[in-house]
């Protein structure tokens, strides 16, 4: 087992012609060449301008040309990486050409890299730019192949990428060297949030997770705290409990407690809920075998908290922030939770089960209820939770929903930032009387229609007080990945909710 590519990011002072390295990359927008590249095309013989004459690169976004220098040159290689209109270059297209300069240096096997800043990209300031540039890079260079024993790319690829934001501005450094920790710490969360969650069911079960969250909390220093079976059953938490009562591997409540320096006593408290479903046969209600594979998936919501609460703790926010990871699988068999089975959950509030693979509210509502009880006043939840929202957005956009306008528009804010796009979905009451079951408080699957909101709406019945929002992410998390990258999770989630929770 060998683990992923590791790398290592540096802002460095450097003049664009004089730099020694395996892979000099260039971003260059449609048009004229600004004057950096100006400068290495000259050094370059035309070979820049010859590439762009030829129509073989023209700066179009997702595009590249490489070219290989003459023996004069300190860079090895030279790769442009297209950059769209120059109006439109903003941190996210830095942070897409970034991965796809990382991803050709592993292909490339590059062991170092330096990327060329040149104010490249006009609509993003320079250290939104330089932590986007560092976080891509942490993107594209990662590959999941702990199972991988004797792979070609194995041995095609480095044991290690050292990359440099370099420019030739004095000023740059220091400014620079802050955005490449924000954007290291960032990065890598995301990448080891992506490596748990291609973890399969077999490796991942909900007792295996809650250990590894005892681990990274150690590491970085959260208190950590593991509700097992017995636990939950003292606490009444009947959701959690009936939808893991059909497995051997029993379900768990993770609990990560993230506390500033110096927080005063009635600080605000923000709870980041996540649904980890380490596998979702869909239970008794069982689904059809055709992709149900993908269903080891069914836990990135927890683990995009998990990767959160890893961020957090070294980003040092001011606010206090509790993640709850209700862990649980769903599995079939003869302790299996039924369709008709009325399940009462920690809330009190009782539930008529129709469909055993609606299990992610299941969980998701005790864990929030509890979020509730513990004092959060903000709660944001984050779970693969409908395919109904994959059907309406699609694998580019999560659906987000929530009881306050005002929590909409932060989300958005920091999607804004990450990247990791959203589109606002209703669940209001006409949502939620389609919840109402005849026999028990709610029912789990509302009607045929706007699977998504009803979804959504059943949540909102286990909030009390708190202003709350919920994160739709089951068209994005693995789906939604650039062909061009890695297969597997994208760690979507991990960058949204630590943003979201560093703009408090
Ligand atoms: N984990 C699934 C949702 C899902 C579907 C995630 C596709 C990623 C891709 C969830 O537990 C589920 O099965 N939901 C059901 C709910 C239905 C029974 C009301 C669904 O979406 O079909
Ligand atoms: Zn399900
Ligand atoms: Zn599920």
Redesign the pocket.
Known sequence: MKPKVPIEVKAVYAEITAIKTDLLALGVCEGKLSAPAAQLDKKLNGAIAALIKLGDFKGKSGTTGLIYTPSKMGAVRVLLVGLGKSDKADAEVLRKAAATVSAKALELKAQTVDVYLHQAAPAADLAAAVQAITEGLYFGSYRYREYLNSDQENNQTPSSIKAFIADASRTFVSTAAQAVAAGTIYGSAQNYARTLANRPGNVISPQTLAEEAKKMARQVGLRCTVLDEKALAAKKMGGILAVGQGSANKPRLILLEYKPARAPKNAHVIGLVGKA?TF?S??ISI?PGEGMHD?KY?KSGGIAVLGAMQAIARLKPKARVLGLIPAAE?MPSGFAYRPGDIVTTYSGKTVEIQN?????RMVLCDAIAYAGQLGCRTIVDIATLTGACVVALGQKRAGVMANDENLIEQIKTASRQTGERVWHLPCDDEYVELMKSRIADLKNVGGRWAGACTAAAFLSQFVKDARWAHVDMAGVGVWGADETMAPGSIGFGVRLLSSFVMNQ
Do not use: L, P, S, V
Request: aromatic share 0%.
């Open positions: 479903i979702d869909g239970g689904k269903m069914d769903n055993t693979d609606a299990e992610g």
